[in-house]
């Protein structure tokens, strides 16, 4: 059974960093593009960063220049790494996977994680 787990969500102050990880498992989602999605109390998910099963990646214009995805294709995980962190970058994190490029729309997407909390304090 295909899963995405994700990890390293948690409280950070403004200004800080944290590193979120998705460990995939129960199929070879290493030719799969890999990506991340957010939603905030309210809103719509949204999406965030995406990178491909050689390592071309695109970002949201919010997050661009403070977030780093990057995968690990020996170990079947994909990182979020997230710096210079706002109170407007809280929200639950989403993994996702598809075989196709992941695009802005999160209804097209095959495959979730359920979500780590990150939540930035001013």
């Known amino acids: 059974q295909e899963q995405l787990v994700e990890s390293g969500g948690g409280l950070v102050q403004a200004g800080g960093s944290l590193r979120l990880s998705c460990a995939a498992s129960?199929?070879?989602?290493?030719?799969?593009?890999m990506g991340w999605f957010r939603q905030a109390p309210g809103k719509e998910r949204e999406f965030v960063a995406t990178?491909?099963?050689?390592?071309?990646?695109r970002y949201a214009d919010s997050v661009k220049g403070r977030f780093t995805i990057s995968r690990d294709n020996a170990k079947n995980t994909v990182y979020l790494q997230m710096n210079s962190l706002k109170p407007e970058d809280t929200a639950v994190y989403y993994c996702?996977?598809?075989?196709?490029?992941?695009?802005?729309?999160?209804?097209?997407?095959?495959?979730w994680g359920k979500g780590t909390l990150v939540t930035v304090s001013s």
């Open positions: 996702a996977a598809d075989p196709r490029p992941i695009g802005t729309d999160s209804s097209a997407v095959d495959y």
């Open positions: 990178v491909s099963w050689n390592g071309a990646t």
């Open positions: 129960g199929r070879t989602f290493r030719t799969y593009y």
